[in-house]
């Protein structure tokens, strides 16, 4: 009985500019990881991603972000996204299409262990508790999809005495035009829908 050849779904991949500058947002028809991974450090990248390690291999890549199916890079500001695009275009599709890995496992858990660690999880009183659990409601619904258009990702961190405080990833970490983004777009909304929100505080991811 002769073997079948299985033929291999060709990968699709376009790039799509984010309002970061220095950011780009590649997209393809897989699905990469089921979540968001942010690797800002070359070390962390070689220990959870064989993807990011192999991307921090180019001299210009500076951060990888990666999220269900896109690779958000920010580059090197001495280089120039002509320069460089095409280059890091042909490895990731090439990346894909041989079907490395991309995520090791345990990395979600990791990620939750590292937040503890860092003072991320917080207890609220019964009153801030419901007002905790709008806001993160709120930003998953109105303000999450818009971002990750954008090639980032927003997460909630705390709330204290009328003060939000989220964490910005991705191409949203670093960007110009994020601060202008969180004060007249997310802090006006959620002062609107929730009066016991007086500011909107943003900490890069």
Do not use: H
């Not at 050849?5 to 780009?24: C, D, H, I, W």
């Not at 035009?177 to 002062?191: D, R, Y």
């Amino acid at each position: 009985m002769s073997e079948v050849a299985v033929k291999k779904r060709p990968v699709l991949l376009y790039t799509e500019q984010t309002p970061n500058p220095e950011s780009l947002k590649f997209v393809t028809n897989r699905m990469l990881f089921n979540g968001t991974a942010e690797f800002k450090e070359e070390d962390f990248a070689r220990e959870w991603s064989e993807l990011a390690a192999a991307l921090y291999d180019f001299p210009y890549v500076k951060k990888v972000y990666i999220a269900n199916n896109y690779v958000t890079l920010t580059k090197e500001f001495n280089y120039s996204w002509d320069d460089v695009m095409l280059k890091l275009k042909e490895f990731i599709k090439d990346y894909l299409q041989n079907e490395k890995a991309i995520i090791k496992e345990g990395f979600a858990e990791e990620v939750a262990r590292i937040e503890v660690e860092r003072g991320d999880s917080y207890e609220y009183s019964e009153e801030d508790g419901e007002v905790v659990n709008q806001i993160k409601e709120l930003i998953d619904t109105y303000v999450k999809p818009a971002v990750e258009m954008d090639g980032g990702n927003i997460e909630f961190k705390s709330y204290e005495e009328g003060i939000v405080t989220v964490i910005m990833q991705g191409s949203c970490s670093g960007c110009p035009s994020s601060t202008v983004t969180l004060k007249s777009g997310i802090e006006s909304m959620l002062k609107r829908m929730m009066p016991q929100v007086k500011e909107v505080r943003q900490e890069m991811g």
